[in-house]
């Protein structure tokens, strides 16, 4: 009997794709935890935490080991996020960073991407035994786990900007994933592209009512 979380324990084939039920529940999970996000609701928290573990478990056997760590850093910020959102039963309002915050931001995305890019880069010379082949677009795939981490910090402090580094990720993703032909990942990250835009209006219509 297979194991209910291998990844070759079929859940549903769309069009030929095998669908694992670790995916099917890791993607269902992301879809929801955006969802809540979007409308400013800690149930966002929870049910990250769910999509986290099981994308772990995804990544771990499909051998994405800097995606597998990034949900563990996912899950650290997750646990902040949770807590500063509502401690001692006083919600935490919607908030704008400085100018100051933004430029930060900003710099910390390109020396960021820079930095992570060459490793990846190079990550198949310096580890040849986990990794046999070069990563493939290591500055864009770089600049997404940046702009994520960024976000996530932004998210769990209620910081509306955290919609905006969501957006121009997911982009990125519609598009890098559509180029390495992963088309059910890059149609996920569709929606949750037009779940930022929603959450970006719905945060900021909520900032302006005060």
Known sequence: MMHFFDIGNVAVSIKDYPISYVELLGTLFGLVSVFYASRA?????????????FLFILFF????????????YFFIVTIYGWYNWKTNKVEK????????????????AVLGTLAFGYLFRHIHLLLPAY???PAAYPFADSFVMVL???ATVLLARKKIENWFLWITGDVVCVILYYKKQIYFLSLEYL????????????????????
């Open 41 to 53: 609701n800690i149930l966002t928290w929870p049910t990250g935490i769910i999509n986290e573990v």
């Open 61 to 72: 056997q499909v051998q994405l080991y800097a995606d597998m760590f990034l949900q563990v």
């Open 93 to 108: 309002k919607i908030t704008a960073t400085t100018y100051k915050g933004r430029l930060l931001l900003a710099i910390a």
């Open 131 to 133: 990794f046999k082949t």
């Open 148 to 150: 994520s981490i960024l």
């Open 191 to 210: 929606i949750f592209l037009g779940l930022a835009s929603y959450g970006m209006y719905h945060w900021n219509k909520t900032l302006k009512n005060g």
